[in-house]
């Protein structure tokens, strides 16, 4: 079974989000990136179908050179090679056809994407993949099999959860719950060692189109200074409550 993960760059949470040239670009400067959190349990249910039913996984992404750290870090995670599509990830619909490209001419059985990327929250890309190529897609999973060439899968809805069947080749956008969380691999010293020499595939964009296009960021509104009320004032706790807060 050949596996193909979907790998995001996208940066920690604990970095100081700020926007440039007038709020409409994302400023990188002091920023580290990270693999996106629902790729990653994507990635290590891939290493689990390699290393208990003989697959071979792949790592792909959208960016430029400087997204190869965090394609190296999937590849010190167990990855078996690694692609990186030379082209600025512009809107969803035009990383999906590039990945979408890659993903025929490799033939690949399984293709996992996380459900969204935690720097834009899209949700757009696997549907996207599945959409162009025809394939079969199950978004939000939570639990995943495959035998021979059938899939199951367990995904989230309202009120509890579904498993669905269907065959190979399936699109599956992954999420917290594919895998434990305490299940997450850390790279090894000989896992580090290995990935920092392996070759990284670079393919050029195939031509397609921008659809969308980001015009302006804005940041949250500042929270607003806490206002402390006397334990013993309990009428000015109601009355802020009711006329400024309007929780009552």
């Not at 596996?3 to 100081?16: G, M, N, Q, W, Y």
Request: aromatic share 6%.
């Amino acid at each position: 079974m050949k596996i193909i993960v979907c790998i995001s760059h996208v940066p920690d949470t604990t970095s100081k989000i700020n926007f440039i040239n007038g709020d409409t670009e994302f400023d990188t400067n002091g920023v580290q990136y990270v693999i996106n959190p629902n790729d990653e349990f994507g990635l290590t249910r891939a290493i689990w179908f390699q290393e208990q039913q003989g697959a071979t996984v792949t790592v792909v992404n959208v960016g430029g050179p400087e997204t190869e750290p965090t394609l190296r870090k999937a590849l010190a995670i167990g990855a078996n090679d690694a692609i990186r599509i030379n082209a600025n990830p512009t809107d969803g619909f035009y990383v999906a056809q590039q990945l979408a490209e890659v993903i025929k001419t490799g033939g690949y059985d399984l293709i996992i994407a996380g459900k969204e990327s935690l720097d834009y929250n899209g949700g757009m890309v696997p549907g996207m993949i599945a959409g162009i190529l025809g394939y079969n897609f199950v978004t939000s999973c939570t639990g995943l099999t495959v035998d021979g060439t059938n899939a199951t899968a367990v995904r989230e809805i309202d009120g509890g959860k579904e498993t669905v069947s269907a065959s190979l080749p399936i699109v599956i956008g992954s999420q917290k719950g594919l895998v434990e969380e305490k299940d997450l691999r850390i790279p090894n010293m000989r896992g580090i060692m290995t990935a920092r020499t392996q070759v990284i595939s670079v393919v050029e964009p195939i031509a397609a189109n921008v659809n969308t296009k980001a015009v302006q960021f804005e940041k949250p509104a500042a929270k607003s200074a806490v206002k402390l009320v006397s334990a013993d004032n309990l009428d000015e706790l109601i009355h802020l409550l009711h006329n400024e807060a309007k929780v009552i």
